[in-house]
Nanobody, 123 residues
């Protein structure tokens, strides 16, 4: 499974960005897709997760009401819509996939990772 993120960039506080994660390769190995983020010197943090089959989602408290995850099965792409961005959302965002269907939030449960995309929110 190969994951390629895109859509990061610089935005002012209160603005929006949409990240994309294109999935290729063994797509049956990506039953659950998640977004994580990691700031320098900090542990990778769970943001949001979705199950391909039924669209079930789970959100970190820090992004509830602001971020939304969705998928396009035809395009094998997962999206992270980020609204009302805050400076503390600044970091690198990673897309991840796991083969089993349970919605884990621990990064160690994910087998496949993208290289990340930088999101910078200016105050």
């Amino acid at each position: 499974v190969q994951l390629v993120e895109s859509g990061g960039g610089l935005v002012q506080a209160g603005g929006s960005l949409r990240l994309s994660c294109a999935v290729s390769g063994r797509t049956f190995g990506s039953n659950v897709m998640g977004w994580f983020r990691q700031a320098p010197g900090k542990e990778r943090e769970f943001v949001i997760v979705i199950r391909w089959s039924d669209g079930t989602t789970y959100y970190a408290d820090s992004v509830k009401g602001r971020f939304t995850i969705s998928r396009d099965n035809a395009k094998n792409t997962v999206y992270l819509q980020m609204n009302s961005l805050k400076p503390e959302d600044t970091t690198v965002y990673y897309c991840a996939a796991r083969g089993a269907s349970y919605l884990y939030i621990a990064p160690k449960e994910y087998e496949y990772w993208g290289k990340g995309t930088q999101v910078t929110v200016s105050s």
